[in-house]
């Protein structure tokens, strides 16, 4: 993955704070992202672990108040959740491959033509 956060926030329907022309190269949980990553704050308990994070973005929704952090750019959505879980599937789709069979219970009810 390598999106500018421009492409991200257009992805999103959402706002940027900061500089939109950051590379994301990673999605990552708010602990454990580092640079190029994005993140995501969904619950203001965790607000504290924004600063310490060494994620380059974070996508948070218009409450969280973003002036005394230095060195980040954030995409402000109505949901970070959902927008987060939308980028993973991004740049992570998860593609389901069913094997093609019929099962030995299969049966055709009686009076079916």
């Keep these: 993955?390598?999106?500018t956060l421009k492409e991200i926030a257009n992805f999103l329907n959402g706002k940027i704070i900061g500089d939109d022309d950051v590379v994301i190269t990673g999605v990552s949980g708010?602990?454990?992202a580092k640079k190029g990553d994005i993140t995501f704050l969904a619950n203001s308990r965790y607000a504290c672990l924004v600063s310490e994070s060494k994620a380059s973005a974070v996508i948070?929704?218009?409450d969280f108040n973003t002036?005394?952090?230095?060195?980040?750019s954030f995409?402000?959505?109505e949901n970070p959740s959902l927008g987060f879980a939308e980028l993973v599937e991004l740049v992570a789709p998860v593609?389901?491959?069913y094997e093609k069979s019929i099962s030995d219970r299969s049966f055709i009810a009686e009076g079916v033509h």
């Design 1 to 3: 993955m390598k999106k």
């Design 30 to 32: 708010i602990k454990e």
């Design 60 to 62: 948070i929704d218009k």
């Design 67 to 72: 002036k005394n952090i230095k060195g980040k």
């Design 75 to 77: 995409v402000v959505v």
């Design 95 to 97: 593609h389901v491959k």
